[in-house]
């Protein structure tokens, strides 16, 4: 959290020795939240000195780390961040599904701050708003796979997340179509 202050007060010289140490310290212990933690903030550094490949990578290798373990939570705050340098660095597609997932996550966990935090982002960007109803890219590739009669494992393994963001995104996805089971979803998808 020092490193994120340091570099939302535009302060990101001072952040790199701390960032410097908690790398270090993620690295020895090999703990998924710590070296998750580090990414993202390597990522917010490299991103506030302009260098969005460089952030990009940083925030992948975050929610890769994330991927290994269970907290949402950590894992909508790197959306977050990435999603609002993505903003910044103009790619706004990229940006509203990105920040889209934050929002969805933080709202499923009742964390209405950052909620709040994400749909301000997402107000920011500007362009064409997606409908209440309909499916984002990522809820669409789900709601595809498990159409075709895929498993939540193998659409996960597939897709390269974890079984729980596949029962996340398919609990969304029953909400917006209105539909309550796999064989509904099919009908409803393939039509």
């Not at 260098?51 to 780390?65: K, N, Y």
């Amino acid at each position: 959290d020092e490193v994120e202050a340091l570099v939302e007060m535009g302060r990101a010289d001072e952040a790199e020795a701390p960032l410097r140490w908690l790398e270090e310290r993620a690295s020895i212990l090999d703990r998924a939240s710590a070296l998750g933690a580090a990414a993202r903030c390597r990522g917010l550094l490299a991103a506030a000195r302009g260098d969005s490949a460089a952030a990009g990578a940083a925030f992948e290798r975050a929610l890769t780390e994330h991927a290994r373990i269970t907290n949402p939570f950590e894992r909508a705050r790197t959306l977050l961040a990435f999603g609002a340098a993505q903003r910044r660095a103009k790619k706004k597609s990229a940006a509203r599904e990105t920040l889209g997932n934050a929002l969805a996550i933080f709202e499923t966990l009742g964390a209405a701050l950052w909620a709040n935090k994400a749909r301000a982002e997402l107000k920011s960007i500007g362009g064409r708003v997606r409908s209440a109803g309909e499916l984002t890219p990522a809820e669409k590739r789900v709601a595809a796979l498990v159409a075709e009669g895929h498993t939540n494992r193998e659409v996960a393994s597939l897709l390269f997340v974890t079984d729980h963001t596949v029962e996340f995104h398919l609990s969304r996805i029953y909400r917006k179509l209105g539909v309550r089971s796999r064989a509904e979803l099919a009908r409803r998808f393939h039509s």
